[in-house]
């Protein structure tokens, strides 16, 4: 009995603990994204828009850095960004954050998309 409550509550502390890192990646948005690159001098529009839904992600911008397209896309799990690298060949080689994907050959951009947390 001992054994078998013990081995519950070590289950309950572990998803516990598992649950809170995946919270900080779900606290960033677009609106985290779009304050970052407004901060370093980046001109952003947020009505212009990529299209996102074909590679199904949820939302996206676009905006470009020194005549270079600069293209965040929003995903809503990890399962959709599989998807989409599947789908995409080229996603694979875009830089990562949380839920987010950068397309883009701008290394400043790059560099601003990289440090948001």
Do not use: H
């Not at 370093?40 to 009505?47: A, K, M």
């Amino acid at each position: 009995m001992k054994k078998s409550l013990f081995s519950l509550l070590f289950i309950i502390i572990l998803a516990g603990c598992s649950s809170s890192v995946d919270g900080n990646k779900s606290k960033m948005s677009m609106e985290t994204f779009v304050q970052a690159f407004e901060q370093e001098g980046f001109e952003i529009d947020v009505d212009k828009k990529p299209m996102y839904s074909l590679i199904g992600a949820k939302d996206g911008i676009i905006f470009e850095n020194d005549n270079r397209p600069v293209k965040i896309y929003e995903f809503d799990s990890e399962d959709s960004i599989k998807k989409a690298k599947e789908a995409l060949p080229a996603a694979k080689d875009w830089d990562r954050n949380g839920l987010f994907l950068l397309e883009t050959k701008d290394e400043k951009s790059k560099e601003t998309f990289n440090k948001v947390k």
